[in-house]
């Protein structure tokens, strides 16, 4: 059975700081998502990895895949508090329409 | 090009009352997928349905929950009987095909709770 943990759980930081959130996935995979949550509302999509070393950015936000650790980065550059939100991945396990997600990871941007 | 639509985004039941969820796929989308959130929680997948037929439900409880994706009209999920483990976000994703390489785009979400 394919699990997805994230970690951590919740972050609280400072404006202005960097961080890193990690996604780990225990079977192979093709692809991987990251997607933002705000409070009430639906699933944002933020990045679509599709390969072994695919690295993504939008902004102050960077996504990489290493598909033989089965890990995913989420790097957050000098936060902002409008990046305080509810983050999460999700992989599609190879040859199959299911998105199996992670726990979420529960970010505070400080001011 | 309209998102995935869902109605209503909010729906309040009492125990025991029946709740039908709404989903209409982006334009040109034939496979809909229903997840559930419960709070503070991620998704988790419950069925997996083309137009009139249902490809993979093993994500539903076994009993009082059903779904349908009908020729025509949007896709129902159905929930006989609510009870208050019931109250959670569901939510609808589209695709335009069902394998791999398909990337699925969710809707708004309907949050049920149960009272």
């Known amino acids: 059975e394919l699990k997805v943990e994230q970690n951590p759980l919740f972050l609280s930081m400072q404006e202005g700081k960097n961080y890193t959130i990690y996604c780990n996935y225990s079977t192979t995979s093709d692809r991987l998502y990251w997607y933002r949550q705000d409070p009430g509302k639906s699933l944002e999509s933020l990045f679509v990895l599709l390969s072994n070393g695919a690295v993504k950015q939008e902004g102050r936000l960077m996504a990489s895949l290493d598909t033989k650790a089965r890990l995913s980065t989420l790097h957050i550059t000098a936060a902002v508090h409008d990046l305080s939100a509810t983050y999460f991945c999700?992989?599609?396990?190879?040859?199959?329409?299911?998105?199996?997600f992670g726990t979420g990871t529960r970010l505070k941007v400080l001011a | 090009n309209a998102g995935v639509m869902q109605n209503p985004r909010h729906l309040v039941r009492r125990r025991g009352q029946e709740a039908r969820l709404r989903c209409s796929p982006m334009k040109g989308h034939s496979h809909v997928y229903w997840y559930r959130q419960l709070p503070e929680e991620g998704l988790k997948f419950m069925v997996y349905?083309?137009?009139?037929?249902?490809?993979?439900e093993s994500g539903m409880p076994k009993e009082r929950f059903s779904a349908e994706f009908p020729k025509e009209g949007p896709s129902i999920l159905r929930i006989q009987q609510v009870v208050r483990g019931d109250s959670a976000a569901y939510f609808c994703?589209?695709?335009?095909?069902?394998?791999?390489?398909?990337?699925?785009?969710f809707g708004q979400g309907t949050r049920l709770t149960v009272v």
């Open positions: 994703a589209s695709s335009r095909g069902g394998g791999k390489n398909t990337e699925a785009f």
């Open positions: 999700a992989v599609d396990m190879t040859g199959t329409y299911k998105y199996i």
């Open positions: 349905l083309q137009k009139e037929n249902i490809i993979d």
